[in-house]
């Protein structure tokens, strides 16, 4: 009977992940090497080595794009890596494979996931190395999100020396509004962030501040004086309202537009085009346009943090349900099938899903508390969370994931959520 098959998921719990194999890992490593370090105008400096450590070791890296495992492990062979990477990725037909194959550990964002600490244990304690991007989700605006809950606590607790990679570039190489390469210029540093005795010193908190000092990164201030050109094939402004969704002039949302290189709002005509080291040009005097993208992102941020003071903030919006196969793999690139569809309300109690799940009712409610952000499978069209162990991805009808995950974060630290912002953030200005 087919109930009595393992899920995908039981399958992939049952794993004990082992060093990768070396013959697959620098067959695939250096072919990528050939295939991208000067297409993606890639440059590394190297202060202070890893491969020249014995034993096991800890790399922390800024997560700039999706192109990450080329700024890191290619980087870094001979050494063989295990990368930790999100959970839903090991449900996509075209990475399962190859995921298996390179032993790379699965986590579940923005959630504990016990297994996860356990397969890194594992590898630790078998002398291997291992890659972590502490904010669990690769940029949303060009800069860094703080490190998930529970960053520093876990470098601590495995003590091994840590190093730290920081990229600059890869996300203008790779955004996050929108999936085309573009190849430019991309900076790599590598040094080492902390000894086992500096880990030893230290509590956790102050480790996950300065892990987040360490990686640290805005890639439009970085282009101002690297001044690298983009190709963005004529179409660098291409969906870039998904993310920059709210005018800076008339304030209205959801009536900015991208595409070709302008984004303007349909509302006022206010609006830039961007030029190829994504500088945004003013289309005429008239325009109100702030100094970069990531800029005018942290503006919609204040303006959300305002909204969620007033107590009576909602927001609805009509979705369609979509949660991870049992028993096959996810086909043509998608992320999730469709398995319902409802209504999503975020308000000061919470998140709340109500509608239908494989032809019957359901609903699930999360307090703010619980729900520090969501993640992102690709682009800014989609977003999910986790309830009760479940991966869950909602897809908006309306172009409006931005202010629902900057939302949501806010309420997150209005209501006591131990994720906070970066000390020396001004979103609240």
């Known amino acids: 009977m087919r109930n009595s098959k393992k899920t995908l998921q039981q399958k992939l719990h049952a794993r004990k992940i082992k060093q990768p194999p070396k013959a697959v890992y620098y067959t695939l490593g250096y072919l990528w090497r050939i295939l991208y370090f000067k297409k993606l105008g890639l440059r590394v400096e190297i202060r202070d080595d890893p491969r020249k450590c014995k034993g096991p070791y800890i790399i922390v890296s800024n997560h700039a794009s999706r192109l990450d495992y080329i700024y890191t492990g290619v980087v870094l062979l001979p050494d063989t890596l295990n990368f930790v990477a999100g959970y839903n990725e090991f449900f996509r037909s075209h990475l399962a494979g190859i995921f298996r194959l390179?032993?790379?550990?699965?986590?579940?964002?923005?959630?504990?996931?016990?297994?996860?600490?356990?397969?890194?244990?594992?590898?630790i304690r078998g002398g291997g190395r291992v890659i972590l991007f502490p904010e669990g989700m690769s940029s949303i605006g060009g800069g860094n999100q703080p490190s998930a809950i529970g960053s520093g606590k876990l470098l601590k607790h495995f003590g091994v020396p840590v190093y730290v990679s920081k990229i600059s570039g890869g996300y203008l190489t790779s955004t996050k509004y929108c999936l085309d390469e573009r190849p430019g210029l991309v900076e790599v540093v590598i040094d080492k962030l902390f000894t086992p005795e500096r880990l030893a010193e230290l509590s956790a908190d102050e480790i996950q501040r300065q892990l987040d000092e360490a990686i640290q990164n805005d890639d439009y201030e970085w282009n101002k004086?690297?001044?690298?050109?983009?190709?963005?094939?004529?179409?660098?402004?291409?969906?870039?309202?998904?993310?920059?969704?709210?005018?800076?002039?008339?304030?209205?949302?959801?009536?900015?537009?991208?595409?070709?290189?302008?984004?303007?709002?349909?509302?006022?005509?206010?609006?830039?085009?961007?030029?190829?080291?994504?500088?945004?040009?003013?289309?005429?005097?008239?325009?109100?346009?702030?100094?970069?993208?990531?800029?005018?992102?942290?503006?919609?941020?204040?303006?959300?943090?305002?909204?969620?003071?007033?107590?009576?903030?909602?927001?609805?919006?009509?979705?369609?349900?979509?949660?991870?196969?049992?028993?096959?793999?996810?086909?043509?690139?998608?992320?999730?099938?469709?398995?319902?569809?409802?209504?999503?309300?975020?308000?000061?109690?919470?998140?709340?899903?109500?509608?239908?799940?494989?032809?019957?009712?359901?609903?699930?409610?999360?307090?703010?508390?619980?729900l520090p952000t969501y993640g992102m499978c690709t682009d800014v069209s989609r977003f999910y969370t986790f309830f009760d162990g479940e991966f869950y991805e909602f897809y908006p009808q309306a172009e409006c994931v931005a202010k629902w995950l900057l939302a949501t974060e806010e309420l997150h630290r209005l209501h006591g959520g131990e994720w906070k912002n970066f000390s020396y953030a001004d979103t609240y200005a």
């Open 102 to 123: 390179l032993q790379i550990i699965p986590k579940k964002n923005f959630t504990p996931d016990v297994y996860t600490i356990k397969e890194i244990a594992r590898v």
């Open 225 to 370: 004086t690297a001044n690298a050109a983009f190709d963005g094939r004529g179409r660098i402004a291409h969906k870039l309202h998904t993310l920059l969704y709210r005018c800076p002039r008339c304030g209205k949302e959801l009536t900015m537009h991208g595409e070709g290189d302008t984004i303007a709002c349909a509302a006022c005509g206010n609006g830039a085009r961007i030029d190829s080291a994504y500088r945004l040009i003013p289309l005429n005097e008239t325009c109100v346009i702030p100094e970069t993208p990531r800029r005018w992102f942290d503006d919609e941020r204040k303006a959300v943090y305002r909204e969620i003071l007033d107590q009576s903030f909602r927001m609805t919006e009509n979705v369609t349900l979509g949660m991870l196969p049992a028993y096959r793999y996810l086909k043509r690139q998608a992320t999730s099938e469709p398995v319902g569809a409802g209504e999503i309300t975020l308000d000061h109690s919470g998140f709340t899903y109500d509608g239908t799940k494989n032809g019957k009712p359901f609903s699930f409610h999360l307090e703010p508390r619980l």
